[in-house]
């Protein structure tokens, strides 16, 4: 919950802003520990709160605009700008009504004596953990600079990996979709025409033909009611997935597939290594580090994996243990991982995993289309050829006994 707050420093300065938490003593209690002392602490009301969940959801912010946004706020602190100058500089710029009201907050908790990791972390639904605890590693460090630049590049890089994902895949998307589409108004609207003309041709129908005729009749009638069980399903499926349960299946699915399953794996591992590689040289604990790459590789089933490894690790063990059990790691990831333990420099071992994995992934989002192609053809050509054969095998046979 959001608490408007109104509070004085040490030195006496009268200071309001608002506060992210569960209820109003720990409103206070984070107040205190920030050096504020509680005058009026009051929910925030339910309009403005109303505003910007509808704004959330119409204006999301991309990774595309966080990379713009944090590519700004380096250059700036570059400059020497002060932070809140950077975001107020920033957010004029910005476009995306849900994160200039995201920056406003955040520059007044920033002037309330809050820092930018802890007024960033309030709001997760823009910030990944892994931003968060960069920046407040460069806040630690005296070098925030360096800092937000690692959270640019990486963000720059899982969404250049997602995004090869996103366009290997539209065009075969895009080909099914059209498909189904003419086939499902082929079958419903022309089809029975073309059947009636069967039908009256008094010749003899073989089976398949039949089956084609019952199809087209059925679908004249109750196109509409076939519709809507299509729509329920997707809109069902798409549900399901959504769900916990759901999620960790069509998790399970993706790195099953054929084909485009070892691109999902390869997305994953660099992933991985990249997010890894990343904290680790902004100096973040090796196990927290592993509990934060676990909440942003976006894969229930690595998310298993990376949590068991931190755990390993905690316990004194080794990265490179629980990577040479898992199917999910190839025996190279996890032998170059050792070397890295091995020689104490596992974060430049794993930016050369994710240099590795980064180049495959380009290599094989560039194959995908050429191999799925193919498939695509011959599925197509088997359901028109099916067809073709259906319905003008019958007619020949009539205009053969013509003659």
Not at 61 to 67: F, G, Q
Not at 102 to 130: C, K, R, T, W, Y
Not at 330 to 356: N, R, T
Request: charged share 20%; proline share 3%.
């Amino acid at each position: 919950m959001k608490f408007v707050f109104k509070a004085k420093n040490k030195e006496g300065e009268i200071k309001e802003g608002t506060i992210e938490a569960s209820n109003n003593e720990t409103a206070a209690a984070v107040l205190q520990k920030n050096g504020l002392f509680p005058i009026k602490i009051t929910e925030e009301a339910k309009a403005d709160q109303l505003t910007k969940t509808i704004l959330k959801y119409y204006d999301r912010v991309t990774e595309k605009e966080l990379v713009v946004f944090f590519r700004q706020l380096a250059i700036l602190i570059e400059a020497r700008v002060p932070i809140v100058a950077s975001l107020m500089a920033v957010s004029e710029q910005n476009t995306n009504k849900y994160f200039i009201k995201v920056l406003q907050e955040i520059i007044n908790d920033i002037d309330d004596g809050v820092p930018l990791s802890d007024a960033m972390a309030q709001h997760n639904d823009v910030f990944s953990p892994l931003a968060i605890n960069i920046i407040k590693a460069g806040e630690t460090s005296g070098n925030l600079k360096k800092s937000v630049d690692y959270v640019a590049d990486n963000i720059e890089k899982n969404y250049v990996l997602a995004s090869r994902i996103k366009g290997a895949l539209l065009y075969p998307c895009i080909v099914l979709v059209v498909f189904f589409l003419v086939g499902f108004i082929t079958i419903s609207f022309i089809l029975p025409k073309l059947t009636d003309i069967i039908k009256t041709m008094g010749a003899t129908i073989p089976w398949y033909t039949q089956i084609v005729i019952a199809v087209g009749d059925f679908m004249r009638v109750y196109w509409w009611a076939v519709a809507i069980i299509i729509a329920g399903c997707v809109g069902g499926i798409l549900y399901y997935i959504k769900t916990p349960d759901g999620k960790k299946e069509w998790d399970q699915i993706k790195i099953k597939m054929p084909i485009v399953g070892t691109l999902f794996r390869g997305v994953y591992i660099a992933r991985f290594a990249e997010n890894l590689g990343v904290l680790l040289t902004g100096g973040i604990p090796i196990i927290r580090a592993l509990t934060i790459v676990s909440t942003v590789i976006n894969n229930s089933v690595y998310e298993a994996v990376i949590l068991r490894t931190a755990e390993q690790v905690k316990i004194g063990g080794n990265m490179s243990d629980v990577l040479q059990k898992s199917s999910l790691f190839p025996p190279v990831v996890a032998h170059m991982v050792k070397i890295g333990e091995e020689s104490g420099q596992i974060d430049a071992v794993l930016k050369h995993i994710s240099k590795f994995y980064d180049q495959e992934t380009e290599m094989s989002t560039k194959n995908l289309s050429a191999l799925i192609e193919p498939v695509l053809m011959i599925i197509i050509g088997i359901a028109v050829g099916f067809m073709s054969v259906a319905i003008l095998l019958p007619i020949y046979d009539v205009a053969s006994q013509i003659k």
